[in-house]
Structure formats: C-alpha cells, structure tokens
T-cell receptor
C-alpha cells in the first residue's frame, strides 16, 4: 500500500512570497489533515477535511493560509504572503472512516524555510 | 481539549523495557489515549491507543490507570531504532466521527547501546 505522498520535500522562499504544498493521501482515505510543525514542537493541526468538506479549520490563519481538497482526493495548502514565522515542516496525514479509522498515516512532510 | 503532561526526555538502555509516563488528569469519559512517535525527519507514526483497558500490540503495551488520569507506554525490549519523540495524545471526536489529535511537546526517548 502506497503511503501519503507530499511534494516538494523542501522549499526556500523569501518573505512576502507565496508557496503551495501538495498532498496525495492513501487511496480510499476520506479524511485528510494538514499540520504545521515548528522546530522543537509537536505538530499543530491547521485544517481537516472529510471528503471535500472542511471539518475543522479553527487553527488555520485564514488571512494568509488557504487549503482545498477538490474531488475529495489530493489537497493543496497555500501560504500567501509568507512570513518568517511560517518556517516549519508541513505534514499531511490521512485516515479512513472505517476499519483502522483510529490511525492517522503521515507523509514525510515539506520543510519550508522563509528568509 | 484535554491536555497531557510528559517528561521532556528519557534515556533507556538497549534491550531493556522503556516505560514512558503521561498525565492526562482532565480526560473525559469518552476520550481515548493515543500514542504516536516521530523518528527524526519523518512524520509521526501511530503506536497504540486505548480507552480504559490495558492494550497490547506488536509494538508496545499501554497501561491506563483505573481513574484514567495517567497512562504508561511500555516498549518491552527497546532497540536503537526506538529512539524518537513519543507523543501522548488525548483524542477528541468531532462531527461525523472525525478524530482530532492535539500534539504536545512529547518525550524525547534516547536508547543507548
């Protein structure tokens, strides 16, 4: 079974530029999550989709961050404009709504550096 | 969201049992305790979860106290590959059964040869 795919793995941008991350979840997983992990901290949930609907985006800075999950499969997370404090690893995860619904599968993450 | 408290770091000798404690004194009756670990430069990996009974799988055992205010993750025979940050999480259930995990700082476990 293929895991959660993310791209790019690394990105360096200057502040005020925009950036987009892509995630392809495990096939058949209805729920998709985006997390932000700042160095030395645990992952923080930014947004959670179930199919193509948003379940929770309470921690998403909506003035600069946006995310979409068209057709309920892959997803993109965008930052526009980026700030220095956005430097972090952005993790995508997915889970099923049946069977092993209790387990979130994480991708390798995208390391963003904002200079 | 119920908060968890874990020691920031622990050491364990290779081949010994690693016992990682977690306090979750504000846990609600229907909230589960989850454990994930994160090896350097990788995404977190699910280990085990439980509600009130002790649980065991191929990776670890989870011991939850009777009052559910604390738990212990046990890695029975630690290896160098178990060196990672271990997160104890209390899971919140959202609408339509979706789960929400709130990660804390975790415990950095170092297995020494």
């Amino acid at each position: 079974e293929a895991g959660v795919a993310q791209s790019p793995r690394y990105k360096i941008i200057e502040k005020r530029q925009s950036v987009a991350f892509w995630c392809n979840p495990i096939s058949g997983h209805a729920t998709l999550y985006w997390y932000q992990q700042i160095l030395g901290q645990g992952p923080k949930l930014l947004i959670q989709f179930q199919n193509n609907g948003v379940v929770d985006d309470s921690q998403l800075p909506k003035d600069r961050f946006s995310a979409e999950r068209l057709k309920g499969v892959d997803s993109t997370l965008k930052i526009q404009p980026a700030k220095l404090e956005d430097s972090a690893v952005y993790l995508c995860a997915s889970s099923s709504i049946s069977g092993r619904a209790y387990e979130q599968y994480f991708g390798p993450g995208t390391r963003l550096t904002v200079t | 969201d119920a908060k968890t408290t874990q020691p920031p770091s622990m050491d364990c000798a290779e081949g010994r049992a690693a016992n990682l404690p977690c306090n979750h004194s504000t846990i609600s009756g229907n909230e589960y305790v989850y454990w994930y670990r994160q090896i350097h430069s990788q995404g977190p990996q699910y280990i085990i979860h439980g509600l009130k009974n002790n649980e065991t799988n191929e990776m670890a055992s989870l011991i939850i106290t009777e009052d559910r205010k604390s738990s212990t993750l046990i890695l029975p025979h630690a290896t160098l590959r178990d060196t990672a940050v271990y997160y104890c999480i209390v899971r919140t259930t959202l609408i339509q059964g979706a789960q929400k995990l709130v990660f804390g700082q975790g415990t950095r476990l170092t297995i020494n040869p």
